[in-house]
């Protein structure tokens, strides 16, 4: 068991931080007789706690008492330790150029950390990581951390990993329905970019590297089809569902659908940029829709003014979920506009989850971590981080990638995901694997490095429910005794339940709906 002595100020952030690290722990109380203390708060209580662990940024009482040496460090450092490297986005202290500082006192060992932690996972749910440390998983190198250091000195820990029972971790396939067949298109910037990166940018991405000889005829050869598809004599070739569907192959996946043609929506500054508006409707698309849910895929909402407007949002998930035949909805906005109160906004627009926190330019983890996470700012919606975009991938605006450099880039995603559970979140939008793009390859190799990494496939509303699932989890007896919560009749699979016995052992069981588990 952990005991926290935390500010007031704190509690919200350090009950979603022990969500995310699933293991026994309670607020201190004096008295406590926890194994473990951590204290984030600058007077330290008395413990006999074996191991205390004291985080942050400035001195307190324990550094008065010990006279410890402290260097202030900016904010923006990094923090090393073991395996352990990651951005501390507050300020922080070093240790005789040592990101711990380390005591014995008696039976009790007592570990001084220099940074906030739970002012460190505010700023990653809240305000996220800027995109020159996108590839740094922050927030799950936090739990790495304290998970070590527990285990190495107050070992046995029990936990219950973001791993489901039988595989590695989750992929979510999600696809950003924007564009609906170019024959919507007709004289407008969408063709004729269209018709530039078909031609001409399809010579400069041979060149690159970027595309092979056979895309460039593939390209050429939609270029001349493309009167006949407007005329309605060629079949469209930017109508890709059915495609989706072959490559998946039997997986699960999420479309998320724009609700209505011709809306903008409003941007942060009050602006209506018209390159966001859709030039279709979904109210044509009801059959399709229909006839996706019954292959296994989930149709959500695709937000154009829901991030700000609870009217909107309510408007918005009303015209989806009665094309889609369903009661419940997930979002994810439109070009990813989102503000500080779209969370609760959101929620009050009646969504069950959101997928909009990740970035339009680059790859990795925005908000530092793998895990479904519940906003501060909501009381039940919870969030599914996006961490792999195509477009980011391959515009020349962004990282501008060639398919075996995308490859590289995605690899470590996949490993991380892979090693320490979690979800990867991909999202391929409905146009790309048509001319011009033709990024299908990719997306089949990114699919078979996730099979041959152990993935669970799931759509995005699945994988929330399992996240659910392992938040309703209860520790009794000081976490001696694990209960599972009702899984109810959702397609989801089994928990598990770590011990780890050492720094080096730790073993697994299947926690299954309404079962309990002895763990120690």
Sequence with gaps: MIAVAASENDRAVAAEFFELFKTPWKFFQPGDSAGVLLCTQGDVPVSSAKLVLIYGSGLNSFDRSRAVPVQPQPAGKFFSHDKCQFPVYGPSLAFENAGLYEVKNGSQTVIRIGYDLFGEVRHLLTAGQPAEHAATPALDEHISLLRGLIVRHAAPLVEIPPVPAGKNFITCLTHDVDHVGIRNHRFDHTMFGFLARATFGSVLDVLRGKKTAGQLFANWLAVLKLPFVHLGLAKDFWYQFDHYVEIEDGLPSTFFVIPKKGETGLDANGKRPAKRAASYDARDLEEILRGLKRRGKEVCV???????????????????????????????????????????????????????????????????????????????????????????????????????????????????????????????????????????????????????SGAWFATAGQAVDWFRARRGINFEDGGARVRAGNFGTKDIPALRVRVHASAEKFADRELCDGMEVVAA
């Design 302 to 452: 695709h937000g154009i003014d829901a991030w700000h407007d609870v009217s909107a949002g309510r408007d918005e998930k009303k015209i989806i979920t009665g094309l889609a035949g369903t009661t419940e909805s997930g979002i994810r906005m439109h070009w990813l506009y989102f503000g500080g109160q779209s969370h609760e906004i959101l929620e009050q627009g009646g969504f069950a989850y959101d997928s909009t926190v990740g970035y339009n330019g680059t790859v990795g983890y925005r908000a530092g971590t793998t895990q479904v996470f519940k906003p501060l700012t909501a009381k039940n919606l919870l969030e599914l981080p996006m961490h792999a975009m195509d477009t980011a991938l391959f515009y020349p605006s962004y990282l501008n990638l060639t398919p075996a450099q995308a490859a590289e880039k995605i690899a470590p995603l996949i490993a991380h995901a892979a090693g320490s559970g979690g979800t990867l979140v991909v999202n391929w939008h409905d146009r790309s694997i048509a001319p011009e793009r033709l990024w299908d390859g990719s997306y089949v190799a990114l699919i078979d490095g996730c099979k041959k």
